[in-house]
């Protein structure tokens, strides 16, 4: 198995539908990270769980709920989209939170908001 | 404020050839590390080369090595023998030394062809 997966690998959905991007690692690390990747602007980092406690939140608006119950798993809880929500979400993992531990990437949700 | 900058939005290469691709950054802190990531078609952001700041010896990968220039705040990756698996976006991306957690900030990227 890939170190970190990413379900599902597509979603189109509504802008009144509730969904969740689901991440696993298989690494044994003890943080996990959210990023929005949209055309042409560097990826934007949204969330940070270490040790399943968050600890960056980076002003992302409340239709994005993260959930962290183990050192393995993270979710993105969407709710309420709006069009400009449409990207490619990423989930990373790191050994721990150290600014110099490499992040591993999943291949990503591409998510479209009709 | 850090800012990391990549001028090259497109680069292309010769299979076999060498490309050198720019980054440049901005930051006030003195220790810090630097990141190459390779993004190909397939999505996922794979790790090419790590640089710690107070390291002056340049970091080699195999076919890929960093001309690091602390003072002018430059951090270019080579690509030697450039082969068409090569071929994906790449991002530059810097972390502070005890910044914030997972706090990397990336590039816009540069989209690299290599002709057969």
């Known amino acids: 198995e890939t170190g970190v997966t990413q379900t599902p690998r597509h979603l189109v959905m509504g802008m009144t539908n509730k969904k969740s991007l689901k991440c696993e690692q298989h690494l044994g690390h003890n943080a996990m990270y959210w990023y929005k990747q949209s055309a042409k602007k560097p990826l934007e980092l949204m969330f940070v769980?270490?040790?399943?406690?968050?600890?960056e939140n980076n002003s992302v608006p409340s239709r994005f709920s993260p959930e962290c119950p183990n050192s393995s798993h993270l979710f993105l809880h969407l709710h309420t989209l709006q069009p400009e929500d449409s990207a490619l979400y990423l989930c990373?993992?790191?050994?721990?939170?150290?600014?110099?531990?490499?992040?591993?990437f999943g291949d990503g949700t591409r998510l479209s908001i009709l | 404020a850090q800012t990391v900058t990549q001028s090259q939005p497109e680069m292309s290469v010769q299979e076999a050839e060498t490309v050198t691709l720019s980054c440049t950054y901005d930051?006030?802190?003195?220790?810090?590390?630097l990141f190459w990531y390779k993004q190909p078609p397939s999505r996922q952001m794979i790790l090419v080369i790590r640089?710690?700041?107070?390291?002056?010896q340049n970091a080699t990968e195999n076919r890929f090595s960093v001309n690091f220039q602390k003072a002018a705040k430059s951090f270019s990756l080579k690509i030697s023998d450039s082969q068409l698996g090569d071929a994906a976006m790449y991002f530059c991306?810097?972390?502070?030394?005890?910044?914030?957690?997972?706090?990397?900030?990336f590039g816009k990227g540069t989209k690299l062809s290599v002709k057969p």
């Open positions: 640089q710690e700041a107070y390291k002056q």
């Open positions: 930051t006030s802190e003195s220790d810090y590390y």
């Open positions: 991306a810097l972390a502070d030394y005890g910044g914030s957690q997972g706090n990397l900030i």
């Open positions: 769980y270490s040790l399943e406690e968050r600890v």
């Open positions: 990373a993992s790191s050994q721990d939170g150290g600014s110099n531990q490499p992040q591993h």
